[in-house]
């Protein structure tokens, strides 16, 4: 249990939830159903060991925090993961209502083992994470990128038709059509440069091979502008 200021709770709350759910207690000295719902929470909170984590808002003496909720009356709990609110209530609960609450927010079993192979990201792992979640995007696009890698391309494009279309399924797509090289990119692009308007494969040639540069690396916004010069 964490008590959050206006000062911390951008780093303690917003950030934190990206890698544990965070529930937020907003309450009051003055308030009599707080002081009942406080050691509730704390006692529920504190049964997961960590897999949930608890912050508790004066909102008197944080009155940024209370105006970022729209608090109307307290007490007023929210669950935040990734940065977003997910779930929440208002008053005071019962033992039996709060657990409900918080299990809701534990991650499964399931749900930390895809997690952990995930973060281990071989193709084994990530094959066990694809028996786990089948329809589990993140899994299917970090699976996808492995077998394209490796060079078992439709296979990995196959896993690719699964889920919508992404920047980073973009990518991988582009990878597997121009096998991710960018040696001597900038030649590559000057010799496509003036047919792309005219001849199709030319024009997706060019596209793929800025997927592959990325977003990140500066020469592609220069070589974006002179795609749109040269179409229109």
Not at 62 to 80: C, G, W
Not at 141 to 161: K, M, R, S, W, Y
Not at 200 to 215: C, I, M, T
């Amino acid at each position: 249990m964490a008590d959050v200021t206006d000062a911390t709770f951008e780093t303690a709350v917003v950030e934190r939830s990206k890698t544990v759910p965070v529930v937020v207690d907003l309450w009051a000295e003055w308030c009599g159903p707080c002081k009942q719902l406080g050691p509730i929470l704390d006692k529920v909170i504190g049964e997961t060991n960590g897999q949930v984590e608890l912050a508790k808002v004066d909102v008197d003496a944080n009155p940024s925090v209370a105006q970022a909720f729209k608090v109307q009356s307290i007490p007023a709990v929210y669950a935040m993961k990734d940065g977003q609110i997910v779930d929440g209530f208002m008053g005071a609960q019962g033992e039996a209502q709060v657990r409900e609450f918080v299990e809701r927010l534990v991650p499964t079993v399931e749900q930390s083992e895809v997690e952990r192979l995930l973060e281990i990201g071989d193709t084994e792992s990530l094959n066990a994470a694809y028996a786990l979640e089948p329809d589990n995007a993140d899994v299917l696009t970090a699976l996808a990128g492995a077998l394209i890698e490796e060079g078992q391309v439709d296979d990995g494009l196959a896993l690719l038709d699964k889920i919508p279309e992404t920047p980073e399924s973009r990518r991988l797509r582009a990878i597997a059509r121009t096998g991710g090289e960018t040696d001597d990119v900038d030649a590559k692009l000057a010799a496509l440069l003036p047919t792309v308007k005219t001849d199709d494969d030319d024009r997706q040639k060019f596209v793929d091979l800025l997927e592959v540069l990325g977003a990140d690396d500066p020469r592609t916004a220069e070589w974006r502008r002179k795609l749109s010069a040269a179409l229109f």
